[in-house]
């Protein structure tokens, strides 16, 4: 059975039906008392062994990262509040102020109308944590205020009523009353994701930028979820939550549960209980992976909200299904730059070469991802949490936005492909990718940096250059980094003093060396790839941290088939540009020398994080443009050579799909010929027994090897 049209291809259909001219942002004096004093942010529970640093106590420095950020700041500087506010306006009965929607899926009869605006709250809320600019905050206010006016004009005089006073949305009720009675997509498309995207916006305005008046109208908002739902059977919530596309709910759970920690009002919490997705919930719980099919993205967010759930309830079965979970998309369905998913959909546990395509990674998929890894990490410091976090930050979520500037477009992309010779495209103006992305640009660092519950820790998550302001403990730490072109940092304490756990992640592709100094003294700490390093002490202003992890040349393979491969350097994806559609056959064990490194068939091509082989280039992917890319190739490695010196042997694969030539070289360095002799005999004794070679093949094999000369 096919399946329904994707959101992408609709909007492609629909693409330049709202084209219209920008028109300048209004800041009315009336919305400039609007706000209270700053509130906290929503409360850390006491289930979080870490919590995070708030978005304005970390500053980024000088890279890549910033300059992505700063491309998305000129955005929204620039773009009007009154297109944002124009749907809403118009479903009011208010006065438009001749503005017109953004377009895309935000036009005036779109069914997922009001999204974009909640993205956008996000979007400016985030922007002036980040930079404390006078200007965002005046849009910010401007926008919660003309929200609020239009709350307030559709509980007055909205055609029809609203059910409930609380009600905001930038059409009527009907979507929301449809869904109850099973209608499906197109027919309406998701009522409660775009009920959650306004809420979150809100919640962001109120605990980034201290608008009182946001959480006001979130709460009211808060209360009509609530009566609409809390009255239903829950069978029929089950089965509302089940339906492709119309059921998605986004986030609502999460924000519901934030709220809740917000007013302590039960009906918050109630109404987020309505969200249980329960025969999802509960295979995850049981770690039953039932997950190929569904839609990814209309489920990856309800995990973040279990485990808001489970932090005001207690109950466990929400943390075991979110852990669960995670680890049935993180590995089994990511691709190498950190996606997961096909034309929307996850596919079958383990299908990475068998669905490469133009159509993978769909850019809100990985968005979610990254706020669940960094919910679990929360609970449970799992560094593998972090290792994720890393790669889908460093290879989906930067290479997201095009390196151009714009100010009517957020120039991000929907789906990544990951198939051979495709491109990425951008825009997605009024999109759930353009929304998430106009989010992605402003919070890099909110994960650079956690402490512990009882501020002894600091954990040092990611290596952008960045400034960490922690006024509780009177610490100020830079990371001074050029990440992620190479793998050298050097953390200084600025200011304060005391006793701390510094706490280093060493990344699991820190393969070459994990070298620590302060104030120029080698540490002797063990580094574990894919651990935490701590160094205790009674750190002092001026103390350096230098940590060095040199970045290797590397291959992943796919679970699916080992010869289908992805090329890395140290964690940057490097893709080969191209424009041929089919995989291209590489070979690099003829180059090896005893060292049995990449770097003998990849060759620096004189700028950085660039490189040569088989006549290609090989760049960087977080270099956002429009150049034909192959993320995969063909490994072709067909007969045992060592060198110069053909065995003559076919280099067979055993059941797991590695190959003679593999495994060998797994061991790689060898000291010296003899070894390296020595561990080809070894080896090719084992394929004899197993069958895999005749006792011919394994003589010539293992004379081959002799003959082999591989200094150098």
Known sequence: MSQPP??????????GAAAAAPLASATPSAYADATGPVPPAVPAPPTWAV?????????????VFRRKRDLMLDYA???????ILAVFRANAGLDTRGAQPPGGWETSDGNLRGHFGGHFLTLVAQAYADTGESAFKAKLDYLVGALGECQQALAEHGSPRPTHPGYLAAYPETQFILLESYTTYPTIWAPYYTCHKIMRGLLDAHTLAGNAQALTIASKMGDWVHSRLGRLPKAQLERMWSIYI???YGGMNEVLADLYALTGRQEHLAAARCFDNTALLEACAE???????????????????????FDATGEEEYADAARNFWGMVAGPRTYSLGGTGQGEMFRARGAIAATLDDNNAETCATYNMLKLSRQLFFHRQDPACMDYYERGLTNHILASRRDAPSTDSPEVTYFVGMGPGTRREYDNTGTCCGGTGMEN???YQDSVYFCSADGNALYVNLSLASTLRWPERGFVVEQASAYPAEGVRTLTIREGSGRLDVKLRVPSWATAGFTVTVNGVRQRAEAVPGSYLTLSRNWRRGDRIQISAP??????RALDDPAVQSVFYGPVLLVAQSQERQLRAFSFYKDFTLRGDLADSIKPEGRPLHFTTHGLTLAPFHIADDTRYHAYFKRSEPVVVFGTTDSGVPNRARGDGLTFLDVLWE????????RFVRAVRALADGWLSEGLFTRTERDRVVAAAGRADLRS
């Open 51 to 63: 919590r995070p640093f708030p978005l304005d106590q970390v500053t980024l420095g000088d890279g």
């Open 551 to 556: 970045y290797r040349l590397r291959i992943e």
């Open 246 to 248: 119309a059921g998605e």
């Open 6 to 15: 994707t959101r992408r291809r609709l909007l492609k259909l629909a693409a």
């Open 77 to 83: 500087r620039a773009y009007p509040a009154d297109r």
């Open 287 to 309: 770690g039953r992976d039932i997950l190929e099919g569904r839609h990814a993205n209309q489920h990856i967010p309800q995990f973040t909200g279990y485990l808001r759930l």
């Open 441 to 443: 640009h402003t919070k």
């Open 667 to 674: 061991q790689a360095p060898f000291a010296d010929s003899g």
